[in-house]
């Protein structure tokens, strides 16, 4: 069974900083892929950034230059450091992972087999 617990998520001021945390079971984490997506009210649930088991990292461009996304193998923990947050930011982040294996970690919800519950991100103008 793979877990994956988020943590992190506020509420902020644009221009601020928040880094979110994803503690993987090890059975998730070891191999395949891992991710950030997230959803806005009203919204599709879309890729923010993803990693492979290699360090591979793929990104939205809405992120790219803000967001970077990370593990540390030793804690078995995903993160995503967001800098620069603007209110389109605003939504519920969700990690997520998959232990298929692809040539470059997909940004489409539909590969990922295993979620967490969602923490919110809110940034206000």
């Known amino acids: 069974q793979v877990q994956l617990v988020e943590s992190g998520g506020g509420s902020v001021q644009a221009g601020e900083s928040l880094r979110l945390s994803c503690a993987a079971s090890?059975?998730?984490?070891?191999?395949?892929?891992m991710g950030w997506f997230r959803q806005a009210p009203g919204k599709e649930r879309e890729g923010v950034a993803t990693?492979?088991?290699?360090?591979?990292?793929s990104y939205a461009d809405s992120v790219k230059g803000r967001f970077t996304i990370s593990k540390d193998n030793t804690k078995n923990t995903l993160y995503l450091q967001m800098n620069s947050l603007i209110p389109e930011d605003t939504a519920m982040y969700y990690c997520?992972?998959?232990?298929?294996?692809?040539?470059?970690?997909?940004?489409?919800?539909?590969?990922?087999?295993?979620w967490g519950q969602g923490t919110q991100v809110t940034v206000s103008s």
């Open positions: 090890k059975s998730s984490y070891s191999s395949g892929c």
């Open positions: 997520a992972a998959t232990l298929r294996l692809f040539a470059r970690p997909p940004m489409e919800s539909k590969w990922y087999d295993y």
């Open positions: 990693i492979d088991s290699g360090g591979t990292t």
